[in-house]
Every structure is written in structure tokens, then in C-alpha cells.
């Protein structure tokens, strides 16, 4: 074996067992949703077993979790629209105006991005709890706005940065206004980083778990608090848990496989000139 194939055989070594590790959660996720308890409690582990769909049934038609993932649908999806419409022209903004607090404007939305949730949980749920706005849908849109509109501004401020400037002058030489300018040239070039500013808005909206417990009861629950709720002691359903788990990663799975494209040219932005 020459060295250059013992060096293709290592890297194929390598991104194997990457794979492997970055798979397996996921399939251990998947089978055991597939066990009845005494199956998934087995030591050692059962590799060959009869798959049943008792935990999706159960789950989903008598514990709540298909409205759940409806809530959380709600929830993502309002956030992540919110979060486009107002960050997309404050990115264009930042990115092609200069204005007396511009840069103190871009550290505080990039600073709201940084302070960590768990700070701002208490006030938030006596906010909520005076304005009798526990267990509401809005409640938790707002909050995860606050986290996602930063990450939004950041993404597409760089993406329109990169766009020449001249596309703008050469449209306003047309009449073109600055509204037409922003939709009609910036945001089609910039639609990969708003695709990728939207996808990690509607990820971290849908996985969100801190607040999605503290703030809400039963009306607006999420899936990720729903499959946190079915641990009550020393009674862990690992069925049933593992089941919520999958169909809490399913969406995303979707969500980011409809937008792949974009994805990749948004996360690749700027690795070629």
C-alpha cells in the first residue's frame, strides 16, 4: 500500500468513526422509542428486539405531546417570522447607513445574544405572572424574540456588507427608493444568510426548554417541557420520553433539509472570493 492510500484509508477511518458518533445518539434515540419499558431497561442492551408504536400512541393521543408540538410549531414558526421582518431592514440598516450610535446600536443587540437565559428567568416569570401572562403563546414568542432577533441582525448585516455597493447607486441613478433598494436587490443576494439566520431562529425556538417550563402550564406547553414532564421521580418512561425526543427532532429535520441549499451557501458565505 503506497503512502498516499494509507493517508485516503486513515481519513476514511476517521470520518467513519466521526459519523458513527454522530449518528448513534440519534439511532439509540429511535430504537429504544421502538422498546416497551422492560426491553429498554435491559442490561446489557437489547440489539434485536419487536419494535412496537405503544410509546407514540400513548404520547400523542394521552399525554398531550401532538398538542404540544403544535404549541411549539406556533411558538417557532411567530418567532422566527418576527424575528425576519424587523431584523432583516435593521440589518440593512447597520449595514449600508452610518448614524450617530451605530456601533454602541450593533454591541447591544450583539450583547443581548450573551447574557445567559437562567439570568433572566426570574424576572421574566414575575413579569409574566403580574401581567397574567403565563401559559400564553405570546409570552414565549416575545421572550425567544429577544435571542433570536440579535442572531438574525448579526447574520445578515455580514451578508449585506458583502454585497457591492455600486448595485445600490447604479438602482437609486434608476429612482429606485430605499425600500425597493433593500427587497428588490439586497434581499434576494442576502437570501442565503436569511436562510440560515431563519433556520437557527426556528431551531432555537423549537428546542428551547428553560422557559417553555417556567413560563407555561398546560394551554401553551412545549414539546421539549412536555417530554421533560413525563420524569417524576424514579418513574422515568424511557419509551415514551425517547419517543416525544424524535418527534420533537423531526421537524427540524424537515425544516433544515427544505432549506439545505440555502443553507450551504449561507454557511460557506465569504469562503470563496
Known amino acids: 500500500m503506497t503512502r498516499t492510500q494509507r493517508s485516503y484509508a486513515i481519513q476514511l477511518l476517521l470520518l467513519a468513526a466521526i459519523i458513527v458518533i454522530c449518528v448513534f445518539p440519534f439511532y439509540w434515540m429511535v430504537t429504544t422509542s421502538l422498546k416497551t419499558q422492560v426491553v429498554a431497561l435491559q442490561a446489557p442492551p437489547a440489539w434485536i428486539f419487536e419494535p412496537t408504536l405503544q410509546n407514540y400512541r400513548e404520547a400523542l393521543f394521552e399525554d398531550g405531546v401532538g398538542r404540544s408540538l403544535i404549541n411549539s410549531l406556533i411558538i417557532a414558526v411567530s418567532t422566527t417570522a418576527l424575528a425576519l421582518v424587523l431584523g ?67 447574520i445578515v448585516t455580514d451578508q449585506i456588507r458583502g454585497i457591492p455597493y455600486e448595485l445600490d447607486e447604479a438602482a437609486r441613478m434608476e429612482g429606485a427608493s430605499q425600500f425597493t433598494i433593500m427587497t428588490r436587490i439586497c434581499l434576494p443576494l442576502a437570501m442565503p444568510g436569511v436562510a440560515v439566520s431563519a433556520i437557527f431562529s426556528f431551531i432555537f425556538s423549537w428546542n428551547e426548554l428553560m422557559f417553555g417550563l417556567i413560563l407555561t402550564r398546560s394551554e401553551a406547553r412545549t414539546a421539549p417541557a412536555m417530554a421533560v414532564s413525563f420524569m417524576e421521580g424514579y418513574n422515568l418512561p424511557y419509551g415514551k420520553i425517547m419517543a416525544t425526543s424524535t418527534l420533537i427532532v423531526i421537524p427540524v429535520l424537515i425544516f433544515a433539509l427544505l432549506a439545505s441549499k440555502q443553507l450551504v451557501r449561507g454557511l460557506t458565505m465569504g469562503a470563496v472570493k
Open 88 to 154: 432583516v431592514p435593521a440589518a440593512f440598516a447597520l449595514a449600508r447607513f452610518e448614524f450617530r450610535g451605530k456601533r454602541d446600536l450593533w454591541f447591544w443587540f450583539i450583547t443581548n445574544r450573551m447574557v445567559s437565559p437562567i439570568v433572566l428567568a426570574l424576572p421574566f416569570f414575575l413579569i409574566a405572572r403580574n401581567l397574567d401572562l403565563l401559559d400564553r403563546h405570546i409570552t414565549l414568542v416575545l421572550i425567544y424574540l429577544t435571542f433570536n432577533l440579535p442572531i438574525v441582525i448579526w
